[in-house]
């Protein structure tokens, strides 16, 4: 019995196989901080400092009123 195959199977099977590949190449890479605080607190710098970069006019916000 040959099934042919469609190119949903194909694109599960090939994206099935990328992300695994990935998850290898990710763990293989990355490490653990020695100091997990310090890491999560340069994180926040970097973050930060990119956020501020990125100028929103008012408008963009929309306007809430806030009742208790």
Same mark, same amino acid.
């Given at each position: 019995?040959?099934?042919?195959?469609? %190119?949903? #199977?194909?694109?599960?099977?090939?994206?099935?196989?990328?992300?695994? =590949?990935?998850? %290898?190449?990710? #763990?293989?890479?990355?490490?653990?901080?020695?100091?997990?605080? =310090?890491?999560? %607190?340069?994180?926040? %710098? *970097?973050?930060?400092?990119?956020?501020? *970069?990125? #100028?929103?006019?008012?408008?963009?916000?929309?306007?809430?009123?806030? *009742?208790?």
């Amino acid at each position: 019995m040959s099934r042919k195959m469609t %190119r949903r #199977d194909l694109a599960a099977v090939l994206s099935s196989a990328a992300g695994a =590949a990935a998850l %290898r190449a990710q #763990d293989s890479q990355s490490s653990q901080p020695e100091d997990l605080n =310090a890491a999560a %607190r340069e994180q926040n %710098r *970097k973050h930060s400092e990119a956020m501020a *970069k990125v #100028d929103l006019p008012i408008s963009t916000e929309p306007a809430f009123q806030f *009742k208790a």
